[in-house]
């Protein structure tokens, strides 16, 4: 048998061929687990022996790094030469893939530990698992509840948080944050009777211990809307009640929020609760353990981002923010000093017109149509002060006198830029750049917001109300758009090859102090400063002719009394001290920017004026104000009506809530005001008589005493020890209230001081809202009288003319309860800050000045502008007719025929009109409005022709002057029609892309030349 002799070498072969496979398959048989990778192996050619011995399988990875992210790791490691993937083990249990070296492990619970290995994998096979390595993943940043969850009965913004305890019949969630702790009850016919049992540091041995639940001392009870604290000793029923808080009770849903720091606890710790609804219902059942409330915090993993801020630029008036859009954000919000503006999709705001040195706040979030962001954090940003340092500009060409305000100037080589020096009586105007033009304009925006400004210029936002061509200013009087500006001065200049001084009187401008402005250079209409596409330069910066010049005082208000006056005025940069004038003699001297006035006559008119003084020198007097005393019977009517309150000095304001309080007391008795939104639930006022601490003093207001209180229509006076709440009515005082005002009035005979020299009062709204806020005093009444601010002239007055009627707009006065407007010396009164004046005639002008004024004064009148209807531009159809000319005057015209003529934007139109049109028909234009240059007709004096259409074709002139020499252009639209010629040029034909006149003539070749043979061709203006 041949085969038996060969059974022993095939035996051979095939122990030879396993051997090879384990060789080069050894690991993944061992792991049982096969790469789809090894297929690589098999599409190879034979490799040779050495080839075999050589392969080896991939080394694992190293050099693990992990990083823990929120609600993720990032692993890395170092890449391996060759290697085509690498497979992540996750805790022994999920294997993953990657062709890269890294792999971020998203979406996994924060606080808990993770396991990963890593391999790698080539095209011989896969390599052992690395060391394992471990993270945990970080919590995310925990929301603020009150910005999501309302006590509205909605259970939308509840959506994804688990509850505490849930059956067929009921559900309870219980979720806090830092300040406040929630609780939703869901269930069937919800009704009255929800309580809440709290057991705040879960310990037994403190607190009610007798509510049948196993292991507990209750500290808290919150029964509906009323939050009680236990006052026992563990197994008696006595409670305090000690905050009314906010809370929804529906049919089927009940929600509630109980502040932290009414349980005395800044934050959750062991809490532990227990629920029950009206006497059948107890959650958990008793004799079990209360619930433990989770110290988890709730996490929002659907909600998008909050921006967060890139930059901000900040001037003297003005704040920019820039913040990082947000994915899945379809719009954006901007909180600014608490007002809510919507920016749209904008990722920048704006934020102008704001006084030197002020603070503002800002904040942002992001809006979708599922829900918004949280806000992001708080922005307090101060805009930059304009305070005077010592110093005087030359315009010398030099800058030495500039380094005071600008150090970088001191540098041997001076950067590029724009600089700004203030005085009292100029403006300096400092321009660097290394390559000065021929031609340099300086574009000057007065900062003023309501000013339409020439805006085609090539800055973000630009707006240029003054133009510095040379040695002459001018003011911007078009529309916004066209080229108009009309000069009012001159100013000093000087100019080298880097530099360009500038000194302008500030009389020229329509402010009469230092303020923010915008600036932009202009070099050749080519190169400009700033750069194209950014904000004009802010200029802001002030140094003083000498250093102790001061201004006069200004914003001046006046809180009168029967027998007083208070003057209050805005400190003078520089004062050391003020001078008070009364009815022309110097009174007093104070250091402070206050003065009361007493001793006074009821119902007698004064006259003040104010001055500013140092050691040195003393600014001019302020200007006079004039102010009345009140007469000891003034009258407020308890008609919940806020009308006779408008003159009255505001006592205490909760910017917050929006909630005003205004008191005034006569001899007889205390009268108040309220004014809020939401006036609602329980609202107390109370009163201390004496100025001590006498009285109910477990109030939150510093050293008050309360003796009297006022709720509904009632009065009780105090009879408790100070702490404890005891009170007896004595009587009624008349009180009026709303959601939205509660007025009232109390007479004195109630009381039992019967000096009033220091009664204080103070308003409490569901014990909540302070006014004064907490930790503040209460407000002395008898120190409140009527004050009447001087009334500022109105500013920011816009007369914008339409073809039908001219508007009017202006800037509301605090105080002021109508305004005066005069029309060409005809006065006209208004209730609002707005005014369209529809009696006027087309080409009369119209002058306009307005004045503030309510029942006790008025103020100056501001400056007059003039105006006249804009008359409708026409819009001329090239079809041989006249009706689309109408109201447009002939340029030209005698017994036989009329020369019209229109400039607008893009053409030059003609018309001309006659009994019958002409066979021939010349109209020469004189483009350059230059008699050297062109052609001098004979027809007309002084005269230099550049073009001539004749008969539809349009020619330019050539030649020497004298002859005729007219080369050919091109034909032009044209049409002849009864007794019309019409054709419309294309400006650019001749030209006259930027001309705004030019001059004109008509011929018919034979006798017929408008204007008449001997006079000058007629000059046609750009329509205005």
């Known amino acids: 048998m041949k085969i038996k002799r060969y059974i022993p070498f095939i035996l051979l072969c095939v122990v030879f061929a396993i051997s090879l496979f384990m060789l080069f398959n050894g690991d993944n048989y061992k792991d049982d687990s096969m790469s789809a990778d090894n297929s690589e192996l098999n599409k190879d050619s034979i490799l040779s022996q050495e080839e075999v011995d050589s392969i080896k399988p991939p080394v694992p990875p190293s050099k693990l790094v992990i990083e823990e992210q929120v609600m993720g790791i990032r692993l890395s490691w170092e890449s391996i030469q060759d290697v085509s993937a690498y497979e992540i083990k996750i805790n022994d249990e999920q294997i993953v893939s990657t062709s890269t070296n890294e792999y971020i492990h998203e979406g996994i619970k ?8 890593i391999r790698s994998i080539d095209k011989y096979g896969i390599g052992k698992w690395s060391k394992s390595i471990t993270g945990i993943p970080k919590k995310p940043e925990k929301i603020i509840l009150s910005e999501k969850i309302e006590m509205d009965g909605s259970i939308m913004d509840w959506e994804g948080i688990d509850p505490l305890y849930s059956n067929e019949q009921i559900g309870i969630t219980v979720v806090y944050d830092n300040d406040n702790m929630y609780m939703l009850v869901q269930g069937e016919q919800m009704q009255d009777g929800h309580c809440f049992y709290i057991d705040r540091d879960s310990n037994e041995n403190t607190g009610y211990n007798q509510t049948g639940w196993i292991g507990t001392g209750v500290e808290f009870m919150l029964c509906d809307s009323t939050l009680y604290q236990y006052k026992g000793k563990g197994s008696d029923w006595l409670w305090d009640d000690i905050a009314e808080i906010d809370y929804f009770i529906g049919n089927n849903i009940a929600e509630f929020i109980i502040p932290l720091a009414s349980m005395g606890i800044s934050h959750v710790g062991d809490i532990r609760m227990g629920y029950s609804l009206g006497e059948n219902t107890y959650i ?37 923010i820039r913040f990082q859009g947000v994915d899945k954000a379809e719009g954006y919000e901007i909180e600014v000093d608490n007002q809510i503006i919507n920016l749209g999709e904008d990722n920048f705001y704006r934020h102008t017109g704001l006084e030197p040195g002020s603070r503002h706040t800002y904040r942002i979030r992001a809006k979708s149509s599922e829900r918004n962001s949280l806000w992001s954090k708080k922005w307090v940003l101060q805009t930059k002060s304009m305070n005077p340092l010592p110093g005087k500009i030359k315009v010398d060409g030099k800058v030495n006198d500039w380094t005071y305000l600008y150090k970088e100037l001191a540098n041997d080589k001076l950067p590029s830029g724009i600089y700004t020096a203030w005085s009292n009586n100029s403006l300096g105007l400092l321009v660097v750049n290394p390559n000065m033009g021929n031609e340099d304009i300086i574009y000057i925006d007065s900062g003023n917001e309501n000013s339409l400004g020439y805006k085609s210029l090539p800055w973000n936002y ?27 001065g001159e100013v000093s200049i000087v100019k080298t090859k880097e530099i360009l001084e500038v000194k302008i009187d500030i009389s020229l401008f329509d402010f009469k102090q230092p303020r923010e402005i915008g600036l932009g250079f202009m070099i050749d209409d080519s190169n400009c400063i700033p750069a194209e596409g950014k904000d ?72 003040y004026r104010i001055r500013a003084i140092n050691d040195d020198v003393m600014s001019s007097w302020s200007k006079p104000f004039t102010r009345k005393t009140l007469a000891d019977n003034v009258k407020i009517n308890v008609d919940g009506r806020n009308e006779d309150w408008n003159e009255l000095m505001l006592s205490a304001y909760d910017d917050k809530n929006n909630i005003k309080l205004y008191t005034l007391q006569d001899k007889k008795g205390l009268y108040f005001l309220i004014q809020g939104e939401k006036l609602n639930g329980e609202s107390n006022i109370y009163l201390d008589i004496d100025g001590s601490s006498t009285g109910y003093n477990v109030l939150e207001w510093q050293q008050s005493g309360a003796d009297y209180l006022l709720y509904d229509n009632y009065v009780s006076r105090y009879t408790g020890n100070g702490e404890n709440w005891s009170w007896k009515d004595i009587g009624e005082a008349n009180i009026i209230s709303d959601s939205n005002m509660i007025e009232g009035y109390i007479d004195f005979q109630l009381l039992d001081n019967s ?9 409490i709204n569901n014990d909540v809202i302070y006014l004064p806020s907490a930790l503040q005093g209460m407000i002395t009444a008898n120190h409140v009288g009527a004050v009447y601010q001087d009334l500022e002239t109105p500013s920011s007055l816009v007369v914008q003319p339409t073809i039908d009627y001219i508007s009017l707009n202006w800037e509301g006065v605090k105080g002021a309860t109508s305004y005066e407007i005069e029309i060409n010396n005809k006065i006209i009164s208004v209730d609002s800050t707005s005014y369209k004046d529809m009696d006027i005639q087309t080409g009369k002008e119209y002058s306009y000045r307005i004045r503030s004024k309510n029942s006790y004064t008025i103020s ?17 159809k090239l079809d041989g007719l006249t009706t689309d000319w109408i109201g447009i005057e002939p340029v030209a015209d005698n017994e036989i025929f009329s020369l019209y003529a229109y400039i607008d934007k893009y053409y030059l139109n003609i018309m001309v009109q006659e009994k019958e049109v002409s066979k021939e028909n010349y109209i020469y234009i004189d483009v350059d409005n230059d008699n050297k240059t062109g052609y001098r007709n004979s027809n007309w004096a002084d005269c230099g022709v550049d073009y001539v259409v004749i008969n539809g074709y349009l020619h330019k002139y050539i030649g020497d002057g004298e002859n005729w020499s007219f080369e050919y252009i091109r034909e032009i639209t044209g049409i002849k029609k009864d007794n019309v010629y019409e054709i419309k040029l294309v400006k650019g ?7 705004d006149a030019i001059k004109l003539g008509y011929s018919d070749n034979v006798d017929k030349n408008i204007p008449k043979e001997g006079s000058e061709m007629v000059v046609v203006n750009k329509w205005e």
């Open 110 to 117: 924060p606080g808990v530990q993770y396991t990963y290995s």
């Open 284 to 320: 958990p059942d008793k004799s079990k353990e209360m619930f433990f409330v989770s110290q988890e915090i709730l996490y929002d993993l659907s909600a998008i981002q909050p921006p967060v801020l890139l930059g901000k630029e900040i001037t003297a008036s003005k704040v920019i």
């Open 462 to 488: 630009p707006k240029a109300d003054y133009l510095i061509d040379g040695e002459t200013i001018s003011r911007y009087i078009g529309n916004g758009s066209d080229w108009k500006w009309s000069p009012i």
């Open 536 to 607: 004009m330069i802010a200029g802001y910066k002030v140094l003083t002719d000498t250093a102790q010049q001061l201004y006069s005082p200004e914003h001046v208000e006046f809180f009168s009394g029967s027998r007083s006056i208070d003057v209050k005025w805005e400190p003078v940069y520089g004062a050391q001290k003020y001078e008070m004038e009364v009815n022309g003699k110097i009174i007093s001297t104070s250091q402070k920017s206050e003065y009361k006035h007493i001793g006074l006559v009821p119902n007698t008119t004064y006259s």
């Open 755 to 763: 000096n009033k020299n220091e009664l204080k009062i103070g308003f």
């Open 860 to 876: 100056g009148w501001s400056e007059k502008v003039t105006k006249k209807l804009i008359a409708s531009e026409p819009h001329i």
């Open 989 to 995: 034909y001749i030209g006259m892309k930027n001309s």
